[in-house]
């Protein structure tokens, strides 16, 4: 069964932080590249970190600097830690494998108020 189920956004001041969650089905997750996107409003998804099987990572780099990727092997966990939150990273956040699968998640929504 493939599952992606994103969690943990909210609304959140600029300057503070969140922390995103992905449930993620061993078909999709396993030795894959996993990665968090973006989608803003009335814009494109794109996205905004990676991170190999054996933890190697990389950025978009708006958020280098600001944003941590990490997953938990054992569980298929994907998370994303975002601090110093600008107004500019407002929108749906979604997991998926780089390059992506044609299944997504219903995201999550991370709104930064100015």
């Known amino acids: 069964q493939v599952q992606l189920v994103e969690s943990g956004g909210g609304l959140v001041q600029a300057g503070g932080s969140l922390t995103l969650s992905c449930a993620v089905s061993?078909?999709?997750?396993?030795?894959?590249?996993m990665g968090w996107y973006r989608q803003p409003p009335g814009k494109q998804r794109e996205l905004v970190a990676r991170i190999t099987s054996g933890g190697n990572t990389n950025y978009a780099e708006s958020v280098k600097g600001r944003f941590i990727i990490s997953r938990d092997n054992a569980k298929n966990w994907v998370f994303l830690q975002m601090s110093s939150l600008k107004p500019e990273d407002t929108g749906v956040y979604y997991c998926?494998?780089?390059?992506?699968?044609?299944?997504w998640g219903q995201g999550t929504q991370v709104t930064v108020s100015s």
């Open positions: 061993e078909s999709i997750f396993s030795r894959n590249v």
């Open positions: 998926n494998q780089v390059p992506t699968t044609i299944y």
